[in-house]
């Protein structure tokens, strides 16, 4: 069974998105006073329906946070079919950015690749295993407030794989089916005091994500999906995300 939008898992969509990526001028971030890290954008297969509960406490995760508007509980449900990627609901008791949306990734270790280290904290976060050939291309380098510059790498997962997330930093791993990047409520774009840049929300289940995975995912539809070259590295983050 397949809902309107809904993207095919194929080779079309690999060879398209690797075009994509492939013909993009890609932004680049030098800033000394910055860390590198990278993330890994795990295209995969899911079936429709596989979601219909979340499999994370999510009263406990969201210990009180208020949700930003009504209707929104913070779950992620009903967002599988099709083609998707891999998204994580980071630890709780994290030391820096808890509780918060997340693709896998971290820092550089000396001497790596960002494609390197993206492969590697997949499977250290997540435990899934991918070799170098399977990476489509990079999306633009994106500066945090937190002092990081993100390097996303788009890496082909080859059908549904098996995600058995480390609990120390993970609590649950979904399949976000990619016609969800295309809702018609998506992207959304709102004004905060504290800059004059707009903050990107991403609605996905129920809930938004934020700057800088609301940025490279929405790279990932207009660039990998739809071959756009619009930037997103100066879209804002939260003010909860900015330490």
Sequence with gaps: MTIPGQISYDDALRNRIATHLAGHDRRTVTDPTKRHAAVAVVLVDSDLGEDRVDPAPVDDWIAGRPMPEAGLDGRMVDVSGGAAFLLCRRASRLNSHAAQWALPGGRLDPGETVVEAALRELDEEVGVGLPEENVLGLLDDYPTRSGYVITPVVVWGGGRLDPRPAPDEVVAVYRVGLHQLQRADSPRFITIPESP??????????????????????QLRWLGLEGRHDPVDELEQPVFAWT
Excluded: E, S
């Excluded at 840049?197 to 609301?214: K, M």
């Design 197 to 218: 840049r707009p903050v990107v929300q991403i609605p996905l289940g129920n809930d938004l994500i934020h700057a800088p995975t609301g940025a490279v995912l929405l």
